[in-house]
Every structure is written in C-alpha cells, then in structure tokens.
C-alpha cells in the first residue's frame, strides 16, 4: 500500500476516532466529527485502504484460527498462548474489539459512499463491495470464535446510543449473508481488479464458506447447502490450481492463478508475519546439516511452535505427498539427530543483510475452495462427486485418488485429514474441527490432545471487563 495513501487514511483517523466510541468497550471521549473529511472519492478509496491495513493486522495471527487446534506443539522458545493451553477463562479472554473497529470503519464508509459523487458509478460500487465484504467476513469470523456476538450496523459517531447485546450467531448469519448478496451485485466484474482487495469471487467464496457453517453448525437446512455449492462455483471459475504446490506461497509469485485474495506484505511496509512464529533464528541451526534449506533468519524469527507430530504423521500417510516438503522441515544434527521442526511454507524473501517473512496472508484459494466444494457434496450425500473434487487436490499432491469406501461418513472424514494436509498453517484447521465435530463426523475431544479429557467450550469467552462496562452483554456459555 502507497504510504502518502495510508497517511491519509490515519488523518482521517484523527478526525473520526475522536468522535467514535471504542465499539464495546470503553466511552466516547469526544463529540469531533468527520463532517470535513467526506468529500471527494478519493476519501473514500485512502479510507478503505486504511481499512486493509486494520486488517492485515487483525488477520497476522495465529490465535483466532490454528491455536486451539492439533497442527501445533510448543516450539524452541517463548510461551504459547492461552488457546493452544485451552486455558481460556473471563479474566485471560481475547478481546473482539480489533473486529469491531474494523466493522465500525467499515459502517462509516458505507454510510458516507452513496453520497459522494464519483465519476464512474462503477467505482463507487466497488468500494462499497469491497467495505461490505469485509465487514461480512469480520462478522464471519466473530461468530466462528464467539458464537453469539453483537450486530453494528451503524456508524457510532455519538455517545447517544444503547449498549448492544449479544444475539444468536443464526441473526448474525442472516445478515453476514444480506451484506455479501448486496456486494456481489454491486462489483463490476465478476473476476479480479487486484487480488490483495476483495473481489465478487472473494464475496461467493466466503457465502460458501458461511452457509456450510450454517448448515453444520446452526442447524441449517439443505437449501444452504445448494447455495453454498452454487456460491463456490464462482470462484472456482476464476481461479485454477498452481501445479507446483510450493509456488503458491512464492513471494516471487503472489496473486498466482490459485489465489483468490491475499494480504499484502512488503518489506520497509509491514513486518511480523504470523509465519516467523513457526521459524528458527539462525543460532539455533548453526550447526544443522541441511541449514541452507532452513527459512532462518537472525532477527525476526521465534519458533514459538513447532509442527506437531500428528501433522508430520498425517503428511507421512504417503510417501509422494509433495506438500510435506513444502510445508514443514526437520532441522538435523550432522549426525542426523533431531534439532527441531519448523514452518517451510511461509519461507518470506533473503535479502543480502537478512531473510524477512514477506509472505501474502492468503484468505483463499483454489485448491481450498475445491475441498469445501467437495464437503459441501459429502454433506449432500453426493460422494462419489465429493470424492472427483477431492481427486483433483490430490492428483495434484501426488497421492494418487482416493480409494477407500464411499460411505458418506467415510468420505467425509477423508476430505477433513486432506484439509489438514492442503490448508496446514492457511487459518483453517480450528474453525474446520469445530465444524466437523458439530455435525458429528468427528469428536474433537478426541481430536486435539490438548482437550482430551476435557469439557472446555468450543467457544472463545468474554473479558469480564466488558460485560462489567455493558450489563447487557452476558457470558459464553461455558464459562459463566
């Protein structure tokens, strides 16, 4: 992103923040509003650019979406979190605040867009797509970690307004689903502009994404189920699979043809990708015998997880599997003795003074939209078609094509172990178990060693901080 843009982005900041209520959580502090700044179209695109840039850094994470699951074990240094221990109470709770300050930008400029003229009406469309799919996805992914979340449909400019409360994930649904209808009508172009800002392929692929969960985890009906496949087909006509599985997270390579939208990193703009938490600092693999494979760096690199064993063995169900290599690397002594495992997906770019993690965030892509594809069928009782769509992710891998039973049951469970091995370390697997788990294909407790013998809700709790400042807020269930 072009810094004169993001500075504009933060001037306009100064103007609205002031004025704005720290979205369910603290009070206003000021009545300045942005009556100066709405003006001109180019208000509107430098603020939504500033709105790519909150997300990017709410989606450099880990937490929300890989901690609480099975891909990782505690790594050579630092602490893991509070998720991946399962130790999550109201007093160490996540806070959704970064969410709704990202939907808080988003209300703004949606209000403020239709009233601006523009020179091209298609333009206008676009940005309000754009600020309308992200405000769905950042829904989308309150109510996969929260469940029962607030709806803000408003621009908060005032302390003039009533605290909300938290209503069904199936309301929120409804309306995740209304902004994404409205944004795939309002974008131009049914493919691509630029594949770091949302686009119609981006807005299907996440319906698809949200009506699975619906289906699966709010007991939705079979009607989800054939928008969902209509809704994935779009994408997936837009995009292809890269052939060379390592290639897709090249830096040399970002906005392949497999890439639906990725978050752009670069170097002297933005730095700390999530990828250098799985990564050794060189003087950890100083000896290493294979240390010129490793995606090491002297600054910016903490393994504090390591891939964990049950992914290694996952990738080792086959031998030819191409993804292994590509995504996870065992560091080894010269005399062939374990230093470590770490991440090989996220390799970033060596630079003559330093490797730096300059890797997209990828959101989605095509080889992932052909497995939801593949479980939407299975959930229909198409295996057979199921299984054509998972062949295609797997011919790619080298595997060879599923051959096992087509009970639907069986089926199902093949396409969650190839999600683990085609998604590892993509934001999935948390988000993936949960949903499997509630329609019965698996039991996650079982799943995850961190939660076996255990009883702890699915959901991510409240800060009590929260609930203390508003009384209609009411705590997960599970931890009250």
């Known amino acids: 992103m072009k810094q004169p843009t993001i500075k504009l982005y933060f001037f306009a900041m100064l103007l609205v923040l002031a004025g704005c209520k720290k979205m369910l959580d603290v009070d206003t502090i000021s009545s300045i509003d942005s009556s100066s700044y709405w003006k001109a179209e180019g208000d509107v695109e430098a603020y939504l650019t500033g709105i790519y840039s ?3 850094a709410l989606m450099n994470s880990t937490y929300h979406f890989e901690d609480r ?14 998720a991946w221990e399962q ?18 930008h988003c209300n703004l400029l949606l209000k403020n867009a239709p009233n601006i003229s523009f020179v091209q009406d298609a333009k206008r469309n676009r940005l309000m797509a754009e600020a309308l799919s992200i405000r769905a996805y950042m829904y989308f992914l309150l109510i996969k970690s929260w469940n029962n979340v607030p709806l803000v449909l408003e621009a908060i400019e005032s302390d003039s307004y009533d605290m909300p409360s938290r209503l069904p994930a199936s309301e929120i649904t409804a309306q995740i689903l209304q902004d994404l209808n409205e944004a795939i009508t309002l974008f131009p172009e049914d493919g691509f502009v630029n594949k770091n800002r949302a686009s119609k392929p981006l807005a299907n692929a996440i319906k698809a994404d949200v009506l699975v969960w619906k289906f699966k985890v709010l007991q939705g009906t079979e009607a989800d189920l054939q928008e969902a496949l209509t809704a994935i087909n779009q994408p997936i006509a837009q995009t292809s699979l890269l052939q060379n599985f390592a290639e897709i997270f090249s830096t040399a390579n970002k906005g392949n043809v497999e890439i639906v939208m990725g978050l752009r990193f670069m170097r002297d703009e933005k730095s700390d990708h999530y990828g250098s938490r799985m990564k050794p600092r060189d003087i950890f693999v100083a000896t290493a015998a294979n240390k010129d494979e490793l995606a090491f760096a002297i600054n910016g690199a903490r393994s504090v997880y390591s891939p964990s064993p049950k992914i290694e063995s996952t990738f080792n169900e086959h031998a030819t599997d191409n993804r292994k290599a590509a995504s996870i690397i065992r560091a080894v002594n010269p005399n062939g003795s374990s230093i470590g495992m770490f991440d090989n997906k996220f390799r970033g770019t060596q630079f003559a003074d330093d490797r730096f993690y300059d890797n997209d965030i990828i959101l989605y892509r095509h080889g992932g939209l052909l497995l939801t594809k593949a479980e939407i069928l299975a959930a229909l009782n198409r295996p057979v078609e199921a299984i054509a769509e998972l062949d295609k992710v797997r011919l790619r891998a080298e595997i060879g094509p599923y051959t096992g039973s087509t009970t639907k049951l069986t ?20 988000h993936d178990l949960v949903r499997f788990h509630t329609a019965g294909t698996i039991n996650i407790y079982q799943e995850v060693p961190n939660l076996s013998a255990s009883t702890a809700p699915l959901f991510f709790p409240i800060p009590q901080a929260q609930i203390d400042i508003n009384n209609n807020l009411t705590q997960t269930e599970g931890y009250e």
């Not at 999550?88 to 808080?104: G, K």
């Open 87 to 104: 130790n999550l109470t109201a007093q160490n709770a996540p806070n959704w605040i970064n969410h709704y300050n990202i939907i808080y």
């Open 54 to 56: 909150d997300m990017r």
């Open 411 to 430: 089926v199902e469970r093949e396409i969650l172990k190839e999600r683990s091995r085609e998604l590892y370390f993509e934001f999935t697997r948390w």
């Open 69 to 82: 699951g099975d891909a990782f074990v505690a790594g050579l240094e630092g602490s893991v979190s509070t």
